[in-house]
């Protein structure tokens, strides 16, 4: 009898190059995305010891991470000097080393360039079925398309380059069942937020995750991208979705994806990776989509989560002691206090944006709340930095930039952003923001800096009042606007 | 990487618990483009306290460090491993190692040693006075006052870091296996090699 196995176990078989006697395997790995802030030490590294990279055409590098958001070339086509000199030096590690080892790269001014995790598939870079690593926790986005995709450290890179395999040990597999339809106003990142409030940022440790059930089969692929982008949040490496028509739909046609007789064998094959009926997954999560509601985060951690419509939690409440002195940690630094309610909170920035949602769905849905309103006078600083260039143009023909900057926001260039304190954008000590990312650890988004998550139509409802707001108060006022 | 057999000398009795990377070395000096030099960096924040134990000349150069619970907790960052290395530490001795922090140490030629808080105890106190000897061949950690403290190694850990192999250099020497998975995977799904490359 043919083994039963998940989506998981397909791939990962389908990649073994061999097989220890431990249990070790050495498993091929198909693509490689590489940026500047974990590569340069790699590539010095290949250097030293006179090696190449093994398959440059399975690679492909964008700089994302220190790239500020701002214009990149003058009126006359000339760069403009980036002020930090260390992330200039970063930068311009990643353009003396990508052609040197002959990779591709996509440039700072390219119009393909944008976050690493939002090239990826809108290029077709990333397949259905394949194993893509990238030196950033984030890769587990790109599971959303079916590929077994999750970040390594810089020695990795530098395995993966040499040689295009890691040296792996299997992990335990994890279904998260979402059943039902999610209530208006609550969004893929929402999902993403309560599986992660469910689990706690440890529950997936350890384990793959398969997103399972009607919620994500009915859902956008770039809907999936944010919640699979989520998956490292609650403690997993990886998290997939089982390729399907939006999945093959979505790829179609893409400039890396295989076309004509390539791409019918492709999606021939890709159509067998699903999990087997009757295949056990060692844990089992369920939750009620009723039971999912406009969330945002409270503390430091993305499983400090409560529904916008409730109160900060009191540390008191929490059975573990180790867990209420890390809650009163967290809301010394957050300047909140228990019972408190959350639409109380006044917040100064609002950022939407990162490689969890800076999609156009996720621009479109924004936009659609913010036409023809206007940002609060207390809100000191709102942006919306699209996650790649093609991104960014898709919205200007739709004209959304322009429906940001008349509610005041800027709209920037491509870039990781204010997700993390490695470029300019920064939220300054003590003050608050709205954000569209996916980590509010302290000093995340800059030193001191307080983070609540949201979806993109809470970050554009907190923009128009100034404080953390439930957005479907705002949407039953308004026809048309999506999810 | 550089070979590990044993190792005498001065050890840092730093002792603390739940060392996170951040500590080890904080963010900003992660937009370095080259591993060396990183231990300027190593143990700032701590090291802007007056007498800690890492600007005290009695304890310069040590090429061991002792450590409380959970050493190398926190994010992924290799410049942790980069950073130790780079102060010249060759072996780290605390009760429990967060597993990225071993792996990257390892891969770096670094040495995580697991021992009961009773033998740190121990050791902390020696290492105030007294140098300490590490050796990996007979996976021991002994003092000069008839210490003796046996610990557990993976086994293809310990075979790497004797012989000074790197995993590269290991897994290249099997490119043939490689070479053929390649040929069979080009012949069974010629499609995953991109459209434009």
Known sequence: MVKLRTLYEKIWDAHVVERRPDGTCLIYIDRHLVHEVTSPQAFEGLRLAGRKVRRPDLTLAVPDHNLPTTARRDAAGNRIPIADPESAQQLAALERNAPEFGVRLIGDADPEQGIVHVIGPEQGFTLPGTTLVCGDSHTSSHGALGALAFGIGTSEVEHVLATQTL???????????VEGELGFGVTPKDVALAICGRIGTAGGTGYVMEYRGSVFRDMSVEGRLTVANMSIEAGARSGLFAPDEKTFAYLEGRPMAPRGEAWDAAVAWWKTLHTDEGAVFDKTVVID????SPSVTWGTSPEDVVPVTGVVPDPESFADASKRAAAQKS?????????????????????????????????????????GRRIADSIKHAMVVPGSGLVKRQAEAEGLDRIFTAAGFEWREPGCSACLGMNPDRVPAGERCAS??????????????????????????????????????WMDKKEGVAA | MEKLTSVEGRAYPFGMKNVDTDIVIPAHWLKTISRAGLGRGAFEVLRKEPGNVFDDPEYAGSPILIAGDNFGCGSSREHAAWALGDLGIRVVIA?????????????????????PQEAI????????TDPIHVDLESQTVTTEFQDRFGFDIDPFRKHCLLGGLDEIGLT??????????????????????????
């Open chain 1, 167 to 177: 040296l792996l040990k299997q992990s335990k597999t994890m279904e998260v069942v």
């Open chain 1, 289 to 292: 989509a009723a039971d999912i």
């Open chain 1, 331 to 371: 809301l010394d630094y957050m300047g909140l206090s228990a019972g408190q309610r959350m639409e109380d909170v006044a917040v100064e920035h609002i950022f939407i944006g990162s490689c969890t949602n800076s999609r156009i769905e996720d621009l479109r849905a924004a936009a659609a709340l913010l036409q």
């Open chain 1, 436 to 473: 569209t990312s996916n980590r509010n650890f302290m000093g995340r988004q800059g030193p001191g800096s307080r983070t609540h998550l949201v979806s993109p139509i809470m970050a554009a409802a907190a923009a128009i009042t100034g404080r953390l707001t439930d957005v479907r108060e």
């Open chain 2, 95 to 115: 009760p429990s190692f967060s597993d990225i922090f071993s792996g990257n140490a390892f891969k770096n030629g670094i040495l995580t040693v697991v021992l």
């Open chain 2, 121 to 128: 105890d121990r050791l902390m106190e020696v290492a105030k």
């Open chain 2, 172 to 197: 290249l020497d099997e490119a043939d296996v490689i070479d053929r998975y390649e040929a069979q995977v080009a012949g069974e799904r010629p499609w995953l090699v991109p459209a434009i490359a």
